[in-house]
């Protein structure tokens, strides 16, 4: 018997797993996907090799690549970017890290309260969760981003519009600033060569500039684990869970199991309360299944896969509210071509930002040629210049939106380093209809497999109109940072922040957790990842406030169930590139 049994290891269960380790309870993590020892010599900066999503060795899938991916059904055009394997989907992420919109907490009150979802409001202040933004923000460690040519090429375009620099982490004014990202600054040679004998660790350390974050960071070559630039989870909070005994005072290492696929949660009525009493899981090699039993158990396997495993489990869902209320930022792709070079294949390739409280963000986001071009593909709008399944954009772009092709699509991806594609992010309305799932007519051996519903066209009227003011200011910042040209894709939903499917709120008739983390329905259980959030945060990247929330719930998991106290606001925390990491990662081989 454990004291707690996680389940996934992706952006938001490694969180959990090292906080209660370091605090001496004994946890188990269980992750479907495959365990990267060395992926400096199993990972390329190929792009098909990596983030192919059907083969690639970054996909959603089992770890032998000879077998298929694991299937999601999908109801209309989508792209869903989401990957198994020790780290999920961080393995991919390009770390930027800024805190949620104030507006979105309970008890905001500044003038644009009602800017914001306020139905759906996370059930705390924005102040009650700044601390485990702080505690998160020094363990990955969050810093603020290496910037180059491009981001240069972005501010020039902010200011030429009249926007003001923000100089805070909190926002509450529009603004445009460096990211705050989890990628460590570069030092050495770092950013300074391309020539990779020069790369090497300790001659260069933290980010190398080598431009390919979505196809795993193994960068510098020959850093310890714990060191490698960009702070996915495998990276940071997984060393760190793995050899808590060396480095905490009371600490227990996390016991990690890869290639195990949890296919079931069980439960007993305690109490009069139905409540979690242990998991089962599939070996994705052997297909052998095994049982065991815990105090708590948390689901961290994200927002598609935690409401297909609690509806397959037969758990209690009286108000049809799991899997329900999935957003994910309705974003859009909007590009400019340059007379000049903006350098936007280098570096993280992200690491600029403008916010606009109440609406959503725009990021600078530049990818490799296959992922540019798979952006340019992939529109709601049908073909620019052909048809424009009745959508087509017309206005300040230079022509319709739609999907690219021909000469001018030869013409954008001649050289991708005078474009500078830019990413909305909307903040949109938590929505019932926007669901996930078991689908009727799919199974697999992990169970009925998951449906994704995303009712694009049926978004709220305050979504469409927040996507529709920051494409147009995409356009502007782009025209003033000196494109010639301004594209619009009116991209298809692109899973990539997939947030609150198993939301947390007071109210268990449109909630699945309450305000603690733990399950209304089922003592015992807990969601730290994703699928927690309350709300779509006001448009900025997720992944920092589910890490915030998870250390919030972690504290609330040792208070309830261990008799433990709060650690947070009394202690300092240990970055996980701490010199005390750093050797143990090394006495344990990791
Ligand atoms: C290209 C790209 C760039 C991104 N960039 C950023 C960024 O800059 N900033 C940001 O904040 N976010 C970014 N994101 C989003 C970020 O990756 C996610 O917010 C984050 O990974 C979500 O964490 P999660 O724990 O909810 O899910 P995941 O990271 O997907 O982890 C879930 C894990 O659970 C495992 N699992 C699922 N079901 C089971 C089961 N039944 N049994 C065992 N294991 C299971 C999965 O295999 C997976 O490893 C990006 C995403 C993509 C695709």
């Keep these: 018997m454990r004291d707690v049994i996680i389940i996934g290891a992706g952006g938001g269960g490694p969180i959990v797993a090292k906080e209660l380790a370091a605090q001496g309870l004994d946890v188990l993590m269980l992750e479907a996907g495959a365990r990267n020892k060395t992926p400096e010599t199993n990972w390329k900066h190929f792009e098909n090799d990596a983030n192919n999503p059907l083969s690639g060795y970054l996909r959603f899938g089992p770890s032998d690549r000879s077998k298929p991916s694991w299937y999601r059904e999908v109801t209309q055009p989508a792209m869903i970017s989401n990957l198994s394997g020790v780290g999920g989907t961080t393995q991919h992420y390009f770390g930027n890290s800024p805190r949620a919109m104030p507006g979105v907490f309970k008890g905001y009150q500044g003038d644009d309260a009602q800017d914001y979802d306020r139905d759906f409001e996370f059930p705390f202040s924005y102040e ?15 810093q603020t981003a290496a910037m180059g040519t491009s981001e240069q090429v972005f501010f020039n375009g902010c200011e030429n519009i009249g926007m003001s620099v923000q100089v805070t982490k909190d926002t509450f004014q529009d603004g445009y600033r460096a990211q705050q990202n989890a990628v460590l600054q570069p030092s050495g040679n770092a950013g300074r060569t391309t020539n990779k004998s020069d790369l090497t660790y300790p001659l260069a350390k933290g980010c190398t500039f080598c431009g390919h974050c979505t196809q795993g960071c193994y960068e510098p070559l020959n850093a310890p684990r714990n060191l490698k630039a960009r702070r996915s989870t495998d990276n940071s909070y997984v060393p760190m869970a793995l050899t808590a005994d060396l480095w905490a005072v009371q600490g227990k290492a996390v016991t990690l199991v890869a ?10 009525q305690i109490n009069g309360k139905t409540t979690a009493t242990g998991v089962s899981w599939r070996d994705v090699n052997t297909g052998e299944i095994m049982t065991e039993n815990a105090k708590v158990v948390v689901m961290a396997g994200g927002c598609i896969e935690n409401p297909r495993l609690w509806l397959n489990s037969g758990l209690p869902n009286s108000h049809d509210w799991v899997g329900r209320g999935l957003t994910d930022h309705a974003f859009d792709f909007v590009c400019g071509i340059f007379p000049f070079n903006t350098d936007s294949s280098k570096g993280v390739g992200s690491s600029a930002r403008a916010d606009f409280p109440g609406k959503g963000c725009i990021e600078p986001s530049s990818l490799g040629p296959a992922g540019l071009a798979s952006n340019l593909m992939m529109s709601d709008s049908g073909i620019r210049g052909m048809y424009d399944n009745g959508r087509g954009v017309f206005g300040e772009w230079d022509g319709p939106s739609g999907r690219l092709i021909g000469n ?4 954008f991806m001649s050289d ?11 903040d949109d309305d938590v929505e019932a209809n926007n669901r996930v799932e078991p689908s009727s007519l799919m199974s697999d051996e992990h169970g009925a497999v998951p449906k994704m519903t995303i009712h694009k066209r049926t978004r709220s009227q305050r979504t469409l109109d927040n996507r529709e003011f920051l494409a147009n200011k995409a356009a502007s910042i782009l025209r003033a940072a000196g494109a010639s040209e301004v594209l619009r894709i009116d991209i298809v939903p692109l899973l990539l922040h997939l947030q609150s499917s198993m939301r947390m709120g007071d109210d268990p008739q449109n909630s699945v957790i309450n305000a603690n983390g733990e399950a209304h329905e089922v003592a015992g259980l807990f969601v730290a990842d994703n699928s927690a959030l309350s709300n779509a945060l006001g448009g900025p990247n997720p992944t920092l406030t589910t890490q915030a929330l998870a250390t919030r719930t972690s504290e609330k998991i040792m208070v309830q169930y261990f008799s433990g106290t709060p650690w947070v606001n009394s202690n300092e925390p240990m970055s996980s590139i701490d010199d005390a990491i750093t050797q143990a990662v090394l006495a344990r081989g990791l």
Excluded: S
């Design 128 to 142: 009650e969760l700044t601390p485990y933004y702080e505690w998160v923000e020094a363990t990955l460690p969050v």
């Design 416 to 426: 991708v380093n005078k474009t500078m594609g830019m990413l909305i992010i909307t």
């Design 408 to 411: 001018e699509f030869k013409n």
């Design 259 to 268: 290639d195990a696929y949890v296919t079931q949660i069980h439960t007993q």
